[in-house]
């Protein structure tokens, strides 16, 4: 294979006045403006461009556009690396460096290709077999590092990506003629029209032959106002007429600098009615080593030729059992490049289809191919005899063409179905989809004149919101089945996968026979191409094989996206510090001044401790909790979910929201509550105060904030709409300020704080209302999660930096601390207060952590009730929660340590769910789920964590002041 | 009109909710099944994204086409065949 660069008037889409220069595989080249890696690489004479997915064998260039399978490249450094660019579609630009994948060191000489000796041990369905015998665990360390393609990215992508939405009432996808013809009807009819191309021009084939009409007929569009967008992709079309689309912003070589650019656009479409005006990838002839670089598709060569002034070759054969490789065959030498034979498979070739002093070899095919990493020759032999040679052909370009596939995928996505067409062997789209109407090659019509006219009428039609009329399906010339079980040799059938005819015949063989199964046996039809050129050769293999027709086999379904998208246009500004904002405290810049250290808890960024220079997390924590034990601290409990309900029936609808009777509180008291879901299992737990006779104070857990609010929202909706009540989320408008210690009050009073506040005053599980001086008012909660007299003062959050610094200006005095989550995990473990997500799971029920007696107490109904009396539930040897002291009194369980006390195989009995070392004690205790653990108190248990058993005494906690004495005061 | 991504479905809607002195049998039937019909399916929404207000609607659970949406305590609508072009295939 010898490409070289056609003179002018070859090649519409060159600027020839401005060079290009570019890298590939280190070598420094030129092409010109308006090349694709691909065509540059043609011009400058390179036939090998990569080597194969599983054999690594060399491959260069094999079409010219997005069905390419063979010359994929990975392209770019570090930040800017991107794996498995086709080449075909990759515009040239300065800076651009691309290399060839699966090969090393080189793709010239590649160690990995001595796979090829053992080709005949690698047949389709290899590795399914060694999971089998002997083992897989053999085979797949050389298996993951021989096969493959590109190699993914080390480093996170510097440049960036956006996310765009539009509506439209009609969206065309394609700018061939059929695409502009479409929205030109559409836009006449006065449809606000979008038209999406995947290439940087309009006009499709027509465009790069220089066709009067169809620039016209872009003229028209754009004049209508049809909305354009250009390089791109619609690759997706889901429920209600969403296309999702991914528009190339800027180049692969466009950046150089540190700067990120951006680098594509995803756009989420909706759209009235869609009109699919894809076109249609030509589809290969299957013969021996079909594969080698300088076996190409015609339609590719044509294009090359006519677009990007490029010959493959020097001398061309073609090789055909379809009519449409005759006018291709008198393009090719209308562009100077030399013919030697066009075979015709077929026996009795259209007359009118040969094209005048054309060599025509009728009834002939292909039996082998010369040279390994470029085309030499090949040898002709009749069809029905391909043993008896007939002649040896000294070409460097073998271009075949079995007639075309129509690119239905867009029909398929929507749900339309497909016909088969025996004369001209290919699906179609049997009728519209809903919501989307194919036009012009994708629907099977390939006149240009037959398209351009039902296109038009299409567009009018579904701007007009009529029915779309049926597609004249014809034009594309007769083709015969275009591949063979009958030739010997390694006849590929998926280039890109390696897959041969062979193995399509072993998935026969063994069974393989639905269409499904063999894309998943053989891997055909996988990888990028999403085998575009080898879908339906396969079927038509399996079928032969089968004795069925191609309808009969069928094709698999046609699944979003229609080509590779990068992950970098799924995830838009979705990364980084955007991909999933964290909540900040409103006195935030408070704590990072005084020291904390700040760590993610769910969607919060809070304080998990305060550390001393020098100090470790455990290390600050212990001493924090220490602090607020043996004197006060002050906590940031803002994001602890907050809501206020409202209305008549608040007591009664609350009552049936949370185990604990809340109706009965008089107004200033609270009470502690357990939600339940319908299952009876424990989803959240909270204290519910009452602040006036219609108004409720509903305290949530931090992390059940929303959730409880939703599933307040659903019950009121959906199940109990006649109770007159009103569910307010105030979480970030009010922040809470947590005083906590026996040391509490009277830092408090030095602050200036009301004597209504007092312990003496103010009972455990009260609320007081209140305000600062200025009217800032005040919600003040006795309450404890610590275990300790505790205070927690519920203020605007606008206010809460002040009254941390107002606090604070006594802490000296006070020897006060501040302390964070990490310390009130080990005091709330020390108190053995439950965790709603730690210390339960999707099946604890309230028993199981101990409020077992409320329910047999509380008469009325609530959420979750009934399923608390199934004999499910009463089980004594459920899972329960227990305390957990080492025997040694000195090793730390882990959290998730496993227990199981029995030898094995014996059943697991529970796990550790909190595990802390108590300050307070000086030695670890821990909280766990034990099977029965109610009733074995007392009992030994062994816990095991990687690898190390530790033995465990079960206790009841609390593990400090089980009187609960405490938080009296 | 709204993006479908504001909405999140809340599961078959117009389950009656059995007394509390419901049968062990008939409580986990309400627990714990449902229909799961190719056709017509009454499910109720929620504009998670938006007001908040949970409603009803009815879909085809093969083409995803919503054949009506009604509030909470409206019956639901009856079923009528899809037009032979929309046919689930």
């Known amino acids: 294979m010898s490409g070289r660069r056609l003179p002018a008037p070859a090649g519409r889409w060159l600027e020839r006045d401005r060079p290009v220069a570019f890298r590939f595989n280190g070598r420094q080249l030129t092409g010109l403006r308006g090349d694709t890696l691909a065509s540059a690489l043609l011009a400058n004479g390179i036939a090998l461009v990569g080597r194969s997915f599983k054999l690594h064998r060399p491959r260069g260039v094999f079409s010219c556009g997005i069905e390419e399978s063979c010359a994929v490249v990975d392209v770019g450094e570090g930040g800017r690396h991107t794996a498995n660019v086709r080449a075909t579609l990759l515009p040239i630009e300065e800076n651009l460096s691309a290399r060839s994948v699966n090969c090393w060191p080189s793709v010239g000489f590649d160690v990995g290709a001595v796979t090829g000796w053992f080709a005949p041990l690698l047949p389709a369905g ?20 021989m096969a493959g393609l590109g190699s993914a990215p080390t480093v ?28 030109v009807g559409a836009a006449r009819s006065g449809a606000a029209t979008l038209l999406v191309a995947s290439g940087a021009r309009l006009g499709g084939t027509l465009g790069w032959r220089g066709d009067a009409e169809v620039a016209a007929l872009e003229a028209t569009a754009r004049s209508l106002g049809v909305r354009v967008l250009t390089r791109t992709l619609a690759f997706g079309v889901y429920d209600h007429n969403l296309v999702c689309a991914c528009e190339t912003v800027s180049g692969e070589g466009a950046a150089d600098g540190a700067r990120p650019v951006l680098r594509e656009r995803l756009w989420r479409i909706r759209a009235r009615a869609v009109i699919a005006a894809a076109g249609a990838i030509e589809r290969p002839l299957v013969f021996p080593d079909n594969d080698r670089p300088g076996v190409m598709l015609l339609g590719a060569a044509v294009k090359y030729a006519q677009a990007y002034g490029v010959a493959c070759g020097a001398r061309a054969v073609i090789v055909t059992d379809s009519d449409a490789a005759y006018p291709a065959a008198a ?67 073998i271009l075949s063409c079995a007639g075309y596939a129509p690119a239905v995928q867009l029909h398929s996505q929507a749900g339309g179905r497909l016909r088969w067409l025996e004369d001209e062997a290919m699906f179609v789209p049997d009728g519209a989809a809903p919501g989307l109407a194919s036009v012009g090659a994708c629907a099977g019509v390939f006149g240009r004149a037959a398209a351009a006219a039902h296109a038009g009428e299409v567009g009018e039609a579904l701007a007009r919101g009529r029915p779309p009329p049926a597609a004249p399906v014809g034009g594309a010339g007769r083709s015969g089945p275009g591949a063979s079980v009958r030739a010997r040799g390694k006849r590929f059938v998926d280039l890109q996968n390696d897959v041969t005819a062979d193995d399509v015949r072993l998935a026969a063989r063994e069974n393989y026979r639905s269409v499904e199964h063999l894309k998943r046996y053989t891997t055909t039809g996988m990888g990028t191409d ?29 699944r979003p996206p229609f080509a590779p998208v990068t992950l970098g246009a799924i995830a838009g500004r979705r990364v980084g510090a955007l991909y999933r904002p964290l909540k900040r405290l409103p006195a935030d810049a408070w ?141 970030s408008r009010w922040a809470n300020v947590t005083v906590a210690g026996p040391r509490a009050w009277e830092w408090l009073a030095r602050a200036g704080f009301d004597d209504r506040l007092a312990p003496a005053a103010m009972k455990h599980m009260t609320l007081r209302e209140s305000a600062l001086a200025g009217g800032v008012p005040l919600r003040v909660l006795r309450a404890s999660f610590s275990g300790e007299l505790g205070y927690e003062i519920n203020l605007p959050a606008d206010h809460a930096a002040t009254l941390f610094a107002r606090l604070w200006d006594r802490a000296d005095e006070m020897q006060g601390v501040l302390y964070g989550i990490e310390a009130l995990q080990v005091m709330r473990t020390e108190k053995g207060y439950l965790h709603v997500g730690a210390d339960t799971d999707g099946t604890t029920l309230p028993g199981d952590v101990g409020f077992g007696r409320g329910i047999e107490r509380k008469a009325a109904n609530f959420v979750g009730r009934r399923s608390l009396l199934r004999p499910a539930a009463q089980d004594p040897d459920r899972l329960q929660l227990v305390g957990l002291v080492p025997v040694d009194g000195r090793t730390l369980l882990a959290v998730g ?4 006390s029995r030898r094995a195989p014996a059943p697991i009995e529970g796990r550790v769910t909190s595990s802390v070392m108590s300050p307070e004690l000086g030695c670890p205790v821990a909280l766990a789920l034990l099977a029965g653990g109610a009733r074995r108190i007392g009992e030994e248990v062994r816990v095991h964590h990687l690898g190390a058993m530790t033995t465990a005494r079960v206790v009841r906690p609390p593990f400090v002041d089980p009187e609960g004495k405490r938080v009296h005061g | 009109m709204r993006d479908e991504t504001e909405f999140v479905c809340g599961g078959t809607t117009h389950i009656a909710r059995p007394e509390p002195g419901a049968s062990d049998a008939e409580w986990g039937e309400y627990l714990f099944f449902r229909d799961n019909p190719k056709g017509m399916h009454r499910e109720r929404w929620r504009h998670a994204f938006g007001c908040g207000q949970w409603f009803n609607v009815a879909r085809h659970t093969v083409t995803h086409e919503v054949r009506a949406v009604y509030r909470l305590d409206e019956p639901p609508p009856p079923d009528r065949p899809p037009p032979p072009d929309e046919a689930p295939r």
């Open chain 1, 126 to 145: 290899f590795y399914y077999k060694t999971f089998k015998w002997p083992s897989w665990r053999w085979f797949e360390p050389a298996i993951r590092r």
């Open chain 1, 156 to 183: 996170p992508d510097a440049d960036r990506y956006e996310e765009i939405a539009a509506s439209t009432e009609v969206l065309v996808v394609g700018g061939g003629i059929a695409g502009l013809a479409a929205a």
């Open chain 1, 331 to 397: 393009a090719l030498r209308a562009a100077g490049i030399e013919v030697l034979a066009l075979i015709d498979r077929r026996s009795s070739p259209e007359p009118a289809a040969g094209a005048p002093l054309l060599r025509v070899l009728a009834d002939a095919d292909i039996v082998s191919v010369a040279g390994a990493r470029a085309v030499r020759g090949c040898a002709v032999a009749p069809v029905a005899a391909a043993f008896r040679r007939r002649e040896r052909l000294e070409c460097d370009l």
């Open chain 1, 530 to 558: 999403q085998g575009r050129t080898s879908n339906v050769n396969a079927l038509i293999l399996m079928g032969e094989c089968t004795g069925r027709e191609p309808a009969e086999v069928g094709t698999t379904r046609f």
């Open chain 1, 591 to 731: 704590h990072e001044a005084h020291g904390a250290l700040f760590e993610s808890f769910g969607d919060w960024w809070r304080p998990a401790a305060y550390p001393r220079a020098g100090e470790s997390l455990d290390a600050a924590a212990q001493r924090e909790a220490l602090g607020v034990r043996r004197g006060a601290g002050l906590l940031d409990g803002s994001p602890l979910g907050k809501l206020e309900v409202f209305g008549p029936d608040a007591g009664p609808f609350l009552d049936l929201m949370y185990v604990g009777t809340m109706s009965t509180l008089a107004v200033g008291q609270a009470r502690y509550g357990l939600l339940l879901n319908e299952n009876g299992v424990v989803v959240d737990d909270g204290v519910v105060a009452r602040l006036g006779e219609q108004h409720w104070w509903v305290n949530t857990t931090s992390s059940g904030a929303e959730r409880t609010a939703a599933a307040f929202e659903e019950w009121r909706q959906c199940e109990y709409p006649r109770l007159r009540v009103l569910i307010t989320p105030v979480t």
């Open chain 1, 897 to 900: 340590a496993q227990i199981a």
